[in-house]
T-cell receptor
Framework: EAQVTQNPRYLITVTGKKLTVTCSQNMNHEYMSWYRQDPGLGLRQIYY???????DKGDVPEGYKVSRKEKRNFPLILESPSPNQTSLYFC??????????????FGPGTRLTVL | SQKIEQNSEALNIQEGKTATLTCNYTNYSPAYLQWYRQDPGRGPVFLLL?????KEKRKERLKVTFDTTLKQSLFHITASQPADSATYLCARSSGTYKYIFGTGTRLKVLA
């Protein structure tokens, strides 16, 4: 089954404790992206990757890191989480990022709470 | 800055009627607009994409229009059903790798 998976689905942590949220897709997609969703603010893009070893900042990259060492995986790293990073996070992928093939497939989401 | 605006107020309509949701964009002309459906606590699911040179796109009971003069896209669900109740998101893409989403409009179809 074609899908985007995220782990963990739920996470409660404390300020400053490094964490990684994993994202994996089995569709051989080139493009992957991370979003956070907050009430009243909608989905905002954190980072994206056009292909292996190629990443760039979205609209809200501060406090996050990403890497793309393999095509299927795109982990999101919070080196020192803070309470304002409490949010619902989504990973997404698409075949490419242009034309009709930039339809994004989203993962199920990771609800992160930073105390 | 580039913005996508959707009516943040919930839309309640009676079953069987046509729901119409609005997406307005400012400060640029996107090459494409996409519409997604999102159920509570779940990831968005793609519904339709419309190019700037297309006036209208249809898929079953769904119809999307794109008016570059008004800088607006309309999303219609005809013969709406309670199962159509969800939040609908509009997003722009322009082949530049970045995406901008609207905040979404929550639709509730009353039986």
């Amino acid at each position: 089954e074609a899908q985007v998976t995220q782990n963990p689905r739920y996470l409660i942590t404390v300020t400053g404790k490094k964490l990684t949220v994993t994202c994996s897709q089995n569709m051989n997609h080139e493009y992957m992206s991370w979003y956070r969703q907050d009430p009243g603010l909608g989905l905002r893009q954190i980072y994206y990757s056009m292909n292996v070893e190629v990443t760039d900042k979205g609209d809200v990259p501060e406090g996050y890191k990403v890497s793309r060492k393999e095509k299927r995986n795109f982990p999101l790293i919070l080196e020192s989480p803070s309470p304002n990073q409490t949010s619902l996070y989504f990973c997404a992928s698409s075949l490419s990022s242009s034309g009709d093939t930039d339809t994004q497939y989203f993962g199920p989401g990771t609800r992160l709470t930073v105390l | 800055s580039q913005k996508i605006e959707q009516n943040s107020e919930a839309l309640n309509i009676q079953e069987g009627k046509t729901a119409t949701l609005t997406c307005n964009y400012t400060n640029y002309s996107p090459a494409y607009l996409q519409w997604y459906r999102q159920d509570p606590g779940r990831g968005p699911v793609f519904l339709l994409l419309i190019r700037e040179n297309e006036k209208e796109k249809r898929k079953e009971r769904l119809k999307v229009t794109f008016d570059t003069t008004l800088k607006q896209s309309l999303f219609h669900i005809t013969a709406s059903q309670p199962a159509d109740s969800a939040t609908y998101l509009c997003a722009r893409s322009s082949g530049t790798y970045k995406y901008i989403f609207g905040t979404g409009t929550r639709l509730k179809v009353l039986a």
